[in-house]
């Protein structure tokens, strides 16, 4: 009598996902904060968002090479987001960049930026691939076999988009054990992986669910900054695992927070709350705050899972 003896196969997740933070300060640069940027890495693609001053720098003491980046994302035309961008650029041509950088951004910067770039940077070795969007409307605007980039319409002063970083799902793992025992043929794996079950020869239906292990669920991120509390976007950001928003003012400064369209921590934390998020990462700190403390505090009453951002901080996304 033969017996077989299955062991457990345990799946390791072993893909990149984190986001690094360059700058998590608001309206100008302070001894203390950088203005907004930030590195978020999938699968060891490298994207930016937002590009203040001293986002150079911060790339530097965060120890992440130039020549990675080949997506920016520019959330809204305030300059505290988007004034270290031709900068940006224009280290890119003195270190040699040859490969296209593509901007994606609202359709009214590359007024701006087109002149900038004939200006200061009409001799680049490589292409600036300008790609715009419209920030009042939610669409998918990078699209890769791993990932999509979507937009998320936010509540400012001018047109803001926040960024959803979602990946795809993968095929599910073939169980080789399963599969030599029911001998499968290898030309039917992939079929399998992708949610096809087996039917063998004298008929027998072998349901995929037994020949695989689930592959792991897709992770998400949410850069959603600057924003004044928006519940039109909790559908948009629902159920990911990490978003970073908006943490300007204390619950004390409720009044100055609506009047600049930006959020206090309870906001904050109240989104994370309601959309059903994982972690939440307070940022964009106004600078009269010497202790960001009390805005931990007052997040963590309403969502306890809150973390502050701070320069060079890699978060990873589980």
């Known amino acids: ?19 690094i933070i360059l700058g998590c300060g608001s309206a100008t640069p302070s001894p203390k904060h950088y203005t ?39 959330s809204h035309l305030h300059g505290d987001h988007c004034f270290g961008l031709l900068g940006m650029i224009s280290s890119f041509a003195l270190l040699g960049r040859t490969a296209p950088l593509f901007v994606h951004a609202p359709k009214e910067m590359w007024s701006i930026l087109g002149p900038e770039l004939d200006f200061y940077c009409r001799d680049l070795e490589f292409q600036v691939e300008f790609q715009g969007f419209d920030p009042d409307t939610a669409s998918i605007i ?10 998320i319409p936010l509540r400012h002063r001018i047109p803001c988009a926040g960024f959803l970083f979602k990946e795809k799902k ?33 008929g027998t239906v072998i349901p995929h669910s037994r020949l695989t292990t689930p592959s792991p669920a897709p992770r998400s991120y949410a850069y959603c900054c600057d924003t004044a509390y928006n519940p039109a976007m909790i559908p948009l950001i629902s159920g990911a695992d990490v978003i970073y928003h908006d943490c300007t003012y204390a ?20 989104t994370a709350l309601e959309a059903g998020v994982g972690k939440l990462i307070l940022g964009h700190f106004s600078a009269r705050y010497n202790d960001e403390g009390i805005l931990l505090d007052e997040a963590r009453q309403i969502f306890p899972n809150s973390v502050l951002a701070k320069e060079n901080l890699e978060i990873d996304i589980h």
């Open 1 to 19: 009598m033969l017996f077989f003896i299955f062991l457990p196969i345990f799946v390791c997740r072993m893909e990149k996902f984190s986001v």
């Open 170 to 202: 993968t095929p599910d793992h073939l169980d080789r054990q399963w599969a030599d025992f029911y001998q499968v043929p290898m030309w039917d794996y992939n079929r399998i992986r992708n949610g096809g079950d087996f039917t063998m020869p004298d």
């Open 36 to 74: 907004s940027s930030q590195v978020v890495n999938v699968r060891d693609k490298l994207f930016m968002v937002d590009c203040g001053e001293g986002t150079q720098i911060q790339l530097r003491r965060s120890k992440v090479a130039f020549a990675r980046i080949n997506h920016i994302f520019i």
């Open 142 to 151: 990078y699209d890769d076999r791993s990932l999509t980039v979507s937009t």
């Open 251 to 270: 619950i004390g400064e409720a009044q100055n927070a609506a009047k600049h369209f930006h959020s206090t921590a309870s906001d904050a934390a109240n």
